[in-house]
């Protein structure tokens, strides 16, 4: 079992950044499988942000957040961070960490069926 918890969400400024955390507890995330950020805001469905195919080496990003997200995975401390610069109002939204221990082929990586766990999730907002 893994559990996951993100943290780092808040309110900020359009151009500002935020660090959000995905820490896992139970068995070590990082070291398996595939590992991601969807957001979601009301209403609408779960969207994939970025994806990192630990076997793969491959890390995918959205062309939405593309060259102002990073992605790490910090495997001594079971957590994965997604840096966020250069915030929009567009990119506001409840942000999901998510976890498959099995990797699984590129083309179903954005597919929410897929994951086996999933944290609570963490509020992002900008707005001026």
């Known amino acids: 079992q893994v559990q996951l918890t993100e943290s780092g969400g808040g309110l900020v400024q359009p151009g500002g950044s935020l660090r959000l955390s995905c820490k896992g507890s139970?068995?070590?995330?990082?070291?398996?499988?595939?590992v991601a950020w969807f957001r979601q805001v009301p209403g609408s469905e779960r969207d994939l942000v970025v994806v990192n195919d630990r076997d793969g080496g491959r890390t995918y990003y959205s062309d939405s957040v593309r060259g102002r997200f990073a992605f790490t995975r910090e495997n001594g401390e079971n957590t994965v961070y997604l840096q966020m610069n250069g915030l929009k109002v567009e990119d506001t939204a409840m942000y999901y960490c998510?976890?498959?221990?099995?990797?699984?082929?590129?083309?179903?990586?954005?597919?929410?069926?897929?994951?086996?766990?999933w944290g609570q999730g963490t509020q992002v907002t900008v707005s001026s």
């Open positions: 998510a976890v498959r221990m099995m990797t699984i082929d590129s083309s179903a990586q954005g597919d929410v069926r897929y994951y086996d766990y």
């Open positions: 139970g068995r070590t995330f990082t070291l398996y499988g595939v």
